[in-house]
């Protein structure tokens, strides 16, 4: 709602999409999105075979550049910029990018090529103040000076009104205060930085004001260099409820309008906690008997359940920003002081500071807990928030332990056993989903590293699952039960290291292994089980599933699972497939 006015004022001027119009992730376009072709589909935003919540290239010639993670549209625009100078094509390129994003080093680090390289670019920062979670930092400071000190525009305004009406020399005045005013405006206004950084500094302006945005945009859309033009917004803008309550309304969510071609989610209401809760929950439990224990997040408060915490220990937890390498290294930091951070981080927020897990975090062998929120089906976020990636990517990270509880009682076992590891990192996966059991008055229990659980006994084959899928592979053991396939169900609830001692009996005890895991397949944990399996003589039949090695589309947890065969119905279906057909080969 607070980019209403600037979307069509970008459109009205610019030539989209011969010039490029480029947004610092999606929930900012969806004005763009209904001015762009999609109005009457719009409904379906969000929802499985509809609108993608973020942009998408394969949606619309008008999507430049897909994001969804913030801070990138700079980075991005400058290379759109350079490409057409390349080309030998005359396009005009605009970057929209919120001041939370600008909490992010990579929009530095593309203010400070882009003033390098010189092309014609245009950077229009929509500073409302707020991004997902209330911002932070320097930076944040540094901009809303303006609000604190209205200063420049108070004195700009009386002093031009009053030189209006000098009965001489009034051209001249004017004149002259168009001189000073550039530096009147550097001493109050913060503009210096993205001048001294090789910016042309344009604003601030009212971004609800339309007229002023469509004659400011049009005086500058021609200046051959770079340009950042500052613009206020309200976040909810015209809308009472979003105006109140921004977090609540930074993205919109699904109306339940059904598509003709799909069918409606099937999600049930959780009935306890979902795995954020719980994790908010525990992390307070414990900061209440250890005062070495702090919560470092990148501008995920809300989302990874952290809001109890920062009320209850302030000095305790932190926001970095939309910084996630810088958290991931701030937390290495502490760890080598004896303090405990717990990094609550998305799975795939995690991936923009890999590097740092590795070489600041495991090389020095730190003990630093992170817990991963929305690993494996994020659900209507689609393919830039499902957690696919982190079992692959952290399953060969040197003396890394990986893990995840398949439900809520499990993840304090695996919380408190975290907090007993001292020499190396920890990490703790789980969905966006309910926690299935969780007792707030329950007891922590200290895992051994590396153990699994037995679930249900069988016969004929194993299935080993991961996470909450276990209750899922339950519900099917008992269907094949009736159907004469006797399954024992493993709770695996490390995923590295793996139960070996578990592991080294399965090849006399069954012919077939399914590992089912909400990960990709490639590099996963079936990956895991199968090469220790052959390494060690195993001569059955072994199925891998989970996520295939092509990107998920955006839909609702039950649908994606379904699409997947991941469900109850799919693994049946599967597994019945595979004892038969494996017998038949046998034979």
């Given at each position: 709602?607070?980019?209403?006015?600037?979307?069509?004022?970008?459109?009205?001027?610019?030539?989209?999409?011969?010039?490029?119009?480029?947004?610092?992730?999606?929930?900012?376009?969806?004005?763009?999105?209904?001015?762009?072709?999609?109005?009457?589909?719009?409904?379906?935003?969000?929802?499985?075979?509809?609108?993608?919540?973020?942009?998408?290239?394969?949606?619309?010639?008008?999507?430049?550049?897909?994001?969804?993670?913030?801070?990138?549209?700079?980075?991005?625009?400058?290379?759109?910029?350079?490409?057409?100078?390349?080309?030998?094509?005359?396009?005009?390129?605009?970057?929209?990018?919120?001041?939370?994003?600008?909490?992010?080093?990579?929009?530095?680090?593309?203010?400070?090529?882009?003033?390098?390289?010189?092309?014609?670019?245009?950077?229009?920062?929509?500073?409302?103040?707020?991004?997902?979670?209330?911002?932070?930092?320097?930076?944040?400071?540094?901009?809303?000076?303006?609000?604190?000190?209205?200063?420049?525009?108070?004195?700009?305004?009386?002093?031009?009104?009053?030189?209006?009406?000098?009965?001489?020399?009034?051209?001249?005045?004017?004149?002259?205060?168009?001189?000073?005013?550039?530096?009147?405006?550097?001493?109050?206004?913060?503009?210096?930085?993205?001048?001294?950084?090789?910016?042309?500094?344009?604003?601030?302006?009212?971004?609800?004001?339309?007229?002023?945005?469509?004659?400011?945009?049009?005086?500058?859309?021609?200046?051959?260099?770079?340009?950042?033009?500052?613009?206020?917004?309200?976040?909810?803008?015209?809308?009472?409820?979003?105006?109140?309550?921004?977090?609540k309304y930074h993205g919109v969510k699904p109306n339940g309008k059904k598509l003709d071609k799909v069918e409606?989610?099937?999600?049930?209401?959780?009935?306890?906690?979902?795995?954020?809760?719980?994790?908010?929950?525990?992390?307070?439990?414990?900061?209440?008997?250890?005062?070495?224990?702090?919560?470092?997040?990148a501008a995920m408060r809300e989302g990874t359940g952290l809001v109890p915490f920062a009320k209850q220990f302030p000095d305790r937890y932190y926001d970095v920003g939309i910084a996630e390498g810088h958290g991931v290294t701030f937390s290495a930091g502490m760890a080598t002081e004896g303090v405990r951070p717990i990094v609550a981080i998305y799975s795939t927020f995690l991936q923009r500071a890999y590097d740092h897990l590795v070489h600041d975090v495991a090389v020095q062998h730190l003990p630093v807990i992170f817990c991963m929120d929305r690993a494996g089906i994020a659900g209507e976020d689609g393919p830039t928030h499902h957690g696919a990636l982190d079992i692959a990517y952290l399953r060969c990270v040197q003396g890394m332990i990986l893990s995840a509880p398949k439900d809520g009682n499990e993840f304090r076992h695996l919380l408190y056993t975290a907090l007993n590891v001292t020499d190396r990192p920890f990490g703790i996966r789980y969905p966006k989903a309910s926690s299935v059991e969780f007792d707030k008055s329950g007891q922590a229990e200290l895992l051994p590293i590396g153990s699994w659980n037995i679930m249900n006994q069988g016969e004929d084959a194993v299935i080993l699952a991961v996470?909450?899928?276990?209750?899922?592979?339950?519900?099917?053991?008992?269907?094949?039960?009736?159907?004469?396939?006797?399954?024992?169900?493993?709770?695996?609830?490390?995923?590295?290291?793996?139960?070996?001692?578990?592991l080294s009996s399965i090849p006399d005890r069954f012919d077939y292994v399914i590992t089912v895991e909400e990960g990709v397949i490639t590099g996963g944990f079936g990956d895991g089980v199968a090469a220790w399996l052959l390494e060690n003589g195993y001569k059955g039949i072994i199925k891998r599933l989970g996520l295939p090695d092509s990107f998920v589309e955006h839909g609702s947890r039950a649908q994606i699972m379904d699409l997947l065969g991941l469900d109850k119905k799919g693994l049946i279906h599967t597994i019945k497939e595979l004892i038969p057909v494996s017998e038949i080969l046998k034979v």
């Open positions: 709602m607070g980019v209403i006015e600037l979307t069509i004022a970008l459109h009205y001027i610019y030539d989209t999409p011969e010039d490029k119009l480029l947004w610092d992730v999606g929930h900012q376009a969806y004005a763009h999105k209904l001015l762009t072709g999609r109005f009457n589909e719009f409904p379906t935003i969000r929802q499985f075979g509809g609108l993608s919540g973020f942009l998408k290239r394969t949606e619309s010639e008008y999507d430049v550049f897909g994001a969804g993670h913030a801070s990138t549209s700079i980075s991005a625009a400058l290379g759109v910029a350079q490409a057409l100078h390349q080309n030998k094509k005359d396009h005009r390129v605009v970057a929209v990018i919120g001041d939370g994003a600008m909490t992010g080093g990579l929009a530095y680090e593309g203010i400070n090529n882009a003033g390098h390289i010189g092309r014609q670019l245009t950077v229009i920062l929509n500073d409302n103040e707020m991004s997902i979670s209330p911002n932070v930092g320097a930076i944040s400071k540094y901009l809303t000076r303006l609000i604190s000190n209205p200063t420049y525009n108070h004195i700009r305004n009386e002093v031009w009104n009053l030189t209006g009406k000098l009965p001489l020399a009034k051209s001249r005045t004017r004149t002259f205060l168009k001189k000073i005013d550039e530096s009147i405006k550097n001493v109050i206004v913060p503009g210096i930085l993205f001048q001294e950084l090789g910016f042309r500094y344009f604003g601030p302006i009212d971004g609800h004001d339309l007229d002023e945005l469509i004659k400011t945009l049009k005086n500058i859309k021609d200046i051959p260099n770079p340009v950042l033009l500052h613009i206020l917004t309200k976040k909810g803008k015209g809308m009472q409820v979003a105006e109140k309550d921004p977090v409606p989610s099937s999600d049930p209401k959780p009935s306890v906690l979902p795995f954020q809760g719980v994790f908010g929950s525990l992390v307070c439990e414990i900061a209440y008997n250890r005062d070495d224990i702090v919560c470092i997040t996470g909450p899928l276990v209750f899922t592979a339950r519900e099917v053991a008992l269907e094949l039960a009736r159907d004469g396939i006797s399954c024992e169900v493993v709770n695996c609830r490390f995923i590295k290291p793996m139960d070996e001692q578990y």
